[in-house]
């Protein structure tokens, strides 16, 4: 008895051990900056000078005499209803080709499609803004014989598509998780609907989209918050142009702290984001009622 609580005490010791660096990491890298940008969101503060206690007075400032805020707002928001069911769409199309057992070569198309999802988001977009350019870009070349010709992400019209069409691009890894999907469903699920005599149309839609309805769901949470946080495209492509079209919430906070030293109204922002995004992703889990786990319904 003994030696058994010996070697319990032991084992939580070591446990305790190995998952204190996490929580101090955690703690330090996470937590308390996230209490002190909480606190500089109610100051005004350059980081030169000392904070100043202003109460709500940033976030007043953001909704009514910030004339940026609501723009990089609409921005966001735009870019979010373009991406996030295009994606969703077009990588469950090209996840259901790619599951088609007479395709040839998957595994080669499988590294193809995947290969841009750990390309870095500084490369891929420094490579995209090459094939965006209106002067000497490929997409360009490429369309010059058929007579077409774009300014592409120097088109206020255009840049945020062509954002989106990038984001697109890079989502293999969603790709991957809908084929990881596909291969778990039970193959009898779509003999049952052979036997009724359904079609294609059919099993898709009382087989695969019920059963796959826990990653597309998954997706849906995962890109909306993605897009949400869209920087990087909009730093190195356009810097926010042209005439603000590509100013993302997160590049105009961005701006706030680190080239304009407004640190307390950058918090409110990150602050303002943080919610909206709590918000959303609450809004989703209780309206997912249509995401079948299996089991028996309650």
């Avoid at 940026?68 to 069911?85: A, G, R, W």
């Avoid at 490429?142 to 697109?168: N, Q, R, S």
């Avoid at 890894?173 to 149309?201: C, H, K, P, R």
């Avoid at 997160?250 to 303002?272: H, K, V």
Wanted: with cysteine.
């Amino acid at each position: 008895m003994k030696g058994k609580l010996k070697t319990r005490r032991k084992e939580t010791i070591w446990g305790w051990i190995f998952v204190i660096p996490a929580c101090m990491g955690l703690l330090i890298y996470i937590i308390l900056p996230m209490i002190y940008s909480l606190m500089i969101s109610f100051c005004s503060w350059d980081i030169i000078s000392a904070p100043e206690f202003v109460g709500l007075k940033n976030y007043k400032a953001l909704f009514t005499t910030d004339p940026h805020y609501m723009n990089s707002c609409l921005v966001t928001l735009k870019y979010t209803l373009i991406f996030v069911p295009s994606m969703l769409i077009i990588t469950f199309v090209i996840a259901l080709l790619l599951n088609v057992k007479q395709l040839k070569g998957k595994g080669l198309w499988r590294v193809l499609i995947y290969i841009p999802s750990i390309v870095p988001i500084m490369a891929s977009s420094a490579l995209w803004t090459f094939i965006y350019d209106p002067t000497n870009g490929l997409l360009n070349n490429l369309l010059a014989p058929f007579g077409i010709h774009e300014d592409w992400i120097f088109d206020k019209k255009m840049v945020l598509p062509c954002i989106a069409i990038m984001g697109i691009w890079g989502a293999g890894n969603t790709i991957m998780i809908n084929l990881s999907g596909f291969g778990s469903i039970q193959q009898e699920l779509y003999e049952a609907v052979d036997i009724d005599g359904g079609n294609w149309w059919a099993r898709l839609i009382y087989v695969t989209l019920p059963m796959m309805s826990p990653l597309i769901f998954y997706n849906l949470v995962m890109a909306l918050i993605g897009s949400l946080q869209t920087f990087t495209q909009g730093y190195v492509m356009t810097n926010g142009g042209p005439e603000n079209a590509s100013n993302f919430y997160m590049l105009y906070l961005y701006d706030n702290a680190f080239n304009y030293n407004r640190m307390g109204l950058a918090c409110a922002q990150s602050w303002l984001l943080f919610l909206v995004i709590a918000l959303l992703t609450i809004f989703l889990f209780r309206t997912s009622g249509w995401v079948y786990y299996g089991g028996d319904a309650e």
